[in-house]
């Protein structure tokens, strides 16, 4: 399984920006998937969350609820993270995540930096 993300970079502070996770080697929507991002100095965290086919249940971290929106596309086997409304505290590297339902194995993707700025 590899996942390739893409889509950071450097946006004023209110301003929005999405993040794609190519996946490969595994179906999205079989799985769990989810974003997480790394600050310096802090322990990743997990951001955001989507459930597998049918139910696709989507869960956020409180400090971005009503700013991002999970999403996928079967058809390109990819999963979104869209960004809204940015603030300078959610400058981190962006991390998507594969979770198997029923191994839990993880598969993680490389990374993608994302600098707000105020």
């Known amino acids: 399984v590899q996942l390739q993300a893409s889509g950071g970079g450097l946006v004023q502070a209110g301003g929005s920006l999405s993040l794609s996770c190519a996946v490969s080697g595994t179906e999205v929507k079989f799985n769990h998937m989810s974003w997480h991002r790394q600050a310096p100095g802090n322990q990743r965290e997990l ?3 989507i459930s597998p086919d049918p139910e696709a249940r989507t ?3 409180d400090d971005v609820k009503g700013r991002f929106t ?3 596309d079967n058809g390109k ?6 960004m809204g409304n940015l603030k300078p505290e959610d400058t981190a590297v962006y991390y998507c995540r594969v979770r198997r339902p029923w191994s839990g194995s993880l598969y993680w993707g490389q990374g993608t930096q994302l600098t707000v700025s105020s």
């Open 47 to 49: 951001v955001a969350e």
């Open 59 to 61: 869960t956020y971290t």
């Open 70 to 72: 999970i999403s996928r």
């Open 77 to 82: 086997n990819t999963v979104y993270l869209l």
